[in-house]
C-alpha cells in the first residue's frame, strides 16, 4: 500500500511556506518564499494578493518535486494563514480592486473611532468578541469600498467579492468555485457573531457592506472544495486563522489548555471549550475551530514587544550578535537578578492597556552589567506571559496545569526554565515546534479520515519539559519586584 501525504500551506505575513506531512505526522518536505511588504504610507501596509497567490502555488509545487511523492498520494490539503488581511476582488475577473490590507494597517482608525461614537463599541464586543480597532478585517472592507473608484457600485451590482487570505487562496486553488472561509477567520472580522454563527446585519448596516460579498462560513475541519492537481483530485479538508491552528497544533484540544507563541511579540491562547466566555481584562474572545458539529472559543491575548526585545538587544544596544547568544550571556548571570526591564517600547498591552507607558530599567546598580540586561529582558518576556496568563484565568475560571510553546524565543532554554518557574506551571516544548503548519495538516488529516483527534492527542511528541523548580515564597518576591517597575513604567509620555 503506498503512502499517504497532506499538504499544508502556511500564508503567513513575510512568506508563504508549504508543507508535506506524512502519514505518522512527521513533517518530510518544506518550502518557503517570500513575498514583497508593500508600505505605501505611514501606517499603511499592502501585500500583492497575486504575488501571496503566486509564493504559495511555487513552494506547493517545489514540495512535492523535492520530497518526490506523487501527488495521487496527497489525501488532503489543509490551509493555515495570516489573519484579518483583507482581499476584494471581481468575482468575474478574478482581479483584486486593491492591494490585500494587512492586520498591521493602521489607516482605518477614524472609521474604528465613527463606530465607537456611533455606540457600537459594547455591540461589537458582545457580537464579535473583540475590541473595535483597525486590526480586523471590517473596517479595511468599508475602507476599500469607498476609497477604490467604482468600487461602491460593483458591490451593489453584486460582482464583488471578499475574503480573508484563506478564502482567496481556496477560491484560487478550486479554480473560482468556492467562496469561503472557517469560524476561526470568519471571527477575526469584527463582523461576525460568534455565538449564533452568522454575519451581524446590524455591523454590515454601520459598515455599508453588502452579504453576498461576504464568504460562506464552514468548520474548520471541513470538506471546502477540490483542488486539482496533475490531473488528481485533493480536497480541501482544513482551514484555520495562524494562531488557532496553533493552538490546534499543540494539541490543546481541552478546556484550560493553553499555548503561547513567542515570536516578534507574543500570542496567548487558551481554549475555553464549547462555551464562550468573555474577558474582563481586555482580552479578545475568538473562535478556536469548528470540527465534528461543534464550535471551540479561544480567549486570546498578545504581548506587542516579545522576541522584538531580544532584537533590540542585538540591533540596537548591540551586546549580542544574535537572539541564541542571549542564552550563554544570561546563564552567566549567578543568582537572582537584581535587574527588570519592562519593554513597553509601544505602550503597554492587555492587561495594563496603557498606551503612554515606555520602556524602563530598573534595579541598577555599579555592578550591574551586560549580561543582567540580557537576562532581565528575556525574563521579561515570561514576566509579560504570566501578566496575560493571570487575566485569562480570571476569565476562564479555569487553572493551568501546563502551558504549550512554541515560536522562535522558545529554542532559549533559560527562557522556558524561568516561564515554568515564574508561572509555577510545567511548560512543554514539542519535538515540532512547527505546530501552525501542524494544525492546518491535522484538520484537513482529520476531516478526510486519515487521523483521530485522540491520537493526535497520544501522538504528541514532547521535546523537552520544564517543571518548576523556585519556592513559591521567590516566585512571589520576584512577580511582586516586576509588577512594581511595571507600575513605575506607567503613565510615562504625555
Ligand atoms: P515571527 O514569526 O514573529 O517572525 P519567530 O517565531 O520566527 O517570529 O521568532 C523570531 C523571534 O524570536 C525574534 O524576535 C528573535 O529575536 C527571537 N528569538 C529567536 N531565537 C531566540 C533565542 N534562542 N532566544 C531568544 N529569542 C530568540
Given at each position: ?81 495570516q489573519r484579518e488581511t483583507t482581499v476584494v476582488w471581481d468575482k468575474n475577473t478574478g482581479k483584486p ?133 496533475d490531473g488528481h483530485t485533493i480536497p480541501i479538508a482544513g482551514i484555520a486563522g495562524d494562531q488557532q ?25 487558551m481554549n475555553t471549550g464549547t462555551e464562550l466566555q468573555f474577558s474582563k481584562n481586555g482580552l479578545l ?210
Amino acid at each position: 500500500m503506498s503512502q499517504k501525504y497532506i499538504l499544508a500551506l502556511d500564508q503567513g505575513t513575510t512568506s508563504s511556506r508549504s508543507v508535506i506531512v506524512d502519514q505518522k505526522g512527521e513533517i518530510i518536505g518544506i518550502e518557503q518564499q517570500e513575498f514583497p511588504q508593500i508600505f505605501p504610507k505611514s501606517g499603511w501596509v499592502e501585500h500583492d494578493p497575486f504575488a501571496i497567490l503566486e509564493s504559495q502555488l511555487s513552494t506547493l509545487k517545489k514540495v512535492i518535486q523535492k520530497t518526490n511523492i506523487n501527488s495521487a498520494d496527497i489525501v488532503g490539503l489543509g490551509i493555515t494563514n495570516q489573519r484579518e488581511t483583507t482581499v476584494v476582488w471581481d468575482k468575474n475577473t478574478g482581479k483584486p480592486i486593491y492591494n490585500a490590507i494587512v492586520w498591521q494597517d493602521k489607516r482605518t482608525a477614524d472609521i474604528c473611532e465613527n463606530l465607537k461614537k456611533n455606540g457600537l463599541e459594547n455591540h461589537i464586543r458582545q457580537t464579535t468578541g473583540l475590541v473595535v480597532d483597525p486590526y480586523f478585517s471590517g473596517t479595511k472592507i468599508h475602507w476599500i469600498l469607498e476609497n477604490v473608484p467604482n468600487a461602491r457600485a460593483a458591490s451593489a451590482e453584486g460582482n464583488l467579492l471578499f475574503g480573508t487570505i484563506d478564502s482567496w487562496l481556496l477560491w484560487n486553488l478550486t479554480d473560482k468555485k468556492i467562496h469561503a472561509t472557517d469560524y476561526s477567520n470568519a471571527s477575526r472580522t469584527m463582523l461576525f457573531d460568534i455565538k449564533k454563527l452568522c454575519w451581524d446585519e446590524k455591523l454590515l448596516t454601520a459598515l455599508n457592506i453588502p452579504i453576498s460579498m461576504l464568504p460562506a462560513v464552514k468548520p474548520s475541519s471541513f470538506h471546502f472544495g477540490d483542488f486539482i492537481l496533475d490531473g488528481h483530485t485533493i480536497p480541501i479538508a482544513g482551514i484555520a486563522g495562524d494562531q488557532q491552528a496553533a493552538l490546534f497544533g499543540q494539541a490543546c484540544f481541552k478546556k484550560g489548555e493553553a499555548k503561547n507563541t513567542y515570536g516578534t511579540g507574543c500570542f496567548l491562547l487558551m481554549n475555553t471549550g464549547t462555551e464562550l466566555q468573555f474577558s474582563k481584562n481586555g482580552l479578545l474572545t475568538t473562535i478556536a475551530w469548528g470540527i465534528n458539529g461543534k464550535v471551540y472559543y479561544a480567549l486570546e491575548g498578545s504581548i506587542f514587544v516579545a522576541g522584538a526585545a531580544i532584537q533590540w538587544l542585538r540591533d540596537g544596544l548591540k551586546i549580542i550578535n544574535s537572539a541564541e547568544e542571549s542564552e550563554l550571556f544570561a546563564k552567566e548571570v549567578e543568582g537572582e537578578n537584581p535587574v527588570i526591564v519592562v519593554p513597553a517600547f509601544a505602550g503597554l498591552g492587555a492587561p495594563y492597556w496603557d498606551m503612554y507607558a515606555r520602556g524602563a530599567i530598573f534595579g541598577l546598580t555599579l555592578d550591574t552589567g551586560k549580561n543582567h540586561l540580557i537576562k532581565a529582558t528575556l525574563q521579561s518576556l515570561a514576566y509579560q506571559t504570566k501578566d496575560l496568563l493571570i487575566a485569562m484565568q480570571h476569565d476562564a475560571e479555569s487553572p493551568l496545569t501546563s502551558l504549550k510553546v512554541d515560536g522562535g524565543a522558545c529554542a532559549n532554554n533559560l527562557l522556558m526554565q524561568f516561564q515554568a518557574d515564574i508561572l509555577d506551571a510545567v511548560v512543554e516544548r514539542p519535538k515540532n515546534t512547527e505546530t501552525t503548519v501542524m494544525g492546518a495538516a491535522y484538520l484537513a488529516g482529520i476531516c478526510v479520515g486519515l487521523w483521530k483527534q485522540e491520537d493526535i492527542e497520544t501522538d504528541k511528541k514532547l521535546g523537552k519539559t520544564f517543571i518548576p523548580t523556585i519556592s513559591s515564597e521567590k516566585r512571589e518576591r520576584l512577580y511582586k519586584r516586576w509588577l512594581k517597575a511595571v507600575e513605575r513604567s506607567k503613565d510615562w509620555i504625555d
